[in-house]
């Protein structure tokens, strides 16, 4: 069973970058998709960025041109660089991971780590 643990949220002022971490605890056939996804109260779970096992990153909208996503050279860690965050960025950040490396955004990955709270102040 894939493990994810998040790490790196907290409070941050608008316009500070941040970066979070994963640490994945195994790199198989179960992660050709690693993602980030995120959820506030309220509302939905919402894709930010995915990277396929070609390298392939796909962005949403809302973050496309400021956060970045990345692997560690060992591949055994995800990150997101947030450049420029928001106050609308604030929300709980997870990692997810799933053998189909076509799910991009989808939000039905099989593995996820439990959040890391990112809060964006004005």
């Known amino acids: 069973e894939v493990e994810l643990v998040e790490s790196g949220g907290g409070k941050v002022q608008a316009g500070r970058s941040l970066r979070l971490s994963c640490a994945i605890s195994?790199?198989?056939?179960?992660?050709?998709?690693m993602a980030w996804f995120r959820q506030s109260p309220g509302k939905p779970r919402e894709g930010v960025a995915s990277l396929d096992n070609s390298g392939t990153a796909t962005y949403a909208d809302a973050v496309k041109g400021r956060f970045t996503i990345s692997e560690g050279n060992d591949k055994m860690t995800l990150y997101l660089e947030m450049n420029d965050p928001k106050p609308e960025d604030s929300a709980v950040y997870y990692c997810a991971a799933d053998r189909r490396p076509w799910l991009r955004l989808s939000p039905a990955y099989k593995h996820w780590g439990p959040g890391t709270q990112v809060t964006v102040s004005s």
């Open positions: 195994e790199r198989s056939s179960s992660t050709q998709s």
